[in-house]
């Protein structure tokens, strides 16, 4: 697990970035916390510097929205899902468990489909 920090110390609609094997955006929603892969699934942009509207994320660069509690892009440019990461509060600090399950998948199953039919 990853020290995030104190959840009081995370503004609301902000969000914090943690180093895991890859950079980690927690962002803190309405009193939840939700973790995901900092970096846009599109071309590299910092997800933590986006804006945050009804728990999704717009990407600054190209505003592709993301899901925070899935992961899943509302549309293009970006096409292929970020990472989620499970987040766990103990005593008011934020922890985040950077092991992405290999089951959770980061491409949707309608782009898998468009995939193989190209
Ligand atoms: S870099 Fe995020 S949508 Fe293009």
Redesign the pocket.
């Known amino acids: 697990m990853i020290r995030v920090g104190a959840v009081a110390d995370i503004p609301d609609g902000e969000a914090v970035v943690v180093q895991g094997e890859v950079p980690i955006a927690v962002f803190h929603v309405d009193g939840e916390l939700f973790a995901i892969d900092d970096t846009?699934?599109?071309?590299?942009?910092s997800?933590s510097e986006g804006w945050v509207e009804d728990c999704k994320v717009e990407?600054p660069?190209?505003?592709?929205c993301f899901d925070l509690r899935t992961g899943m892009p509302s549309g293009p440019?970006?096409k292929m899902a970020v990472r989620t990461y499970p987040v766990v509060v103990t005593d008011g600090v934020a922890f985040v468990n950077p092991i992405v399950e290999p089951s959770v998948p980061t491409v949707p199953a309608t782009l898998v489909a468009d995939i193989s039919a190209a």
């Open positions: 846009c699934s599109h071309q590299k942009a997800l990407c660069l190209h505003a592709a440019p970006a």
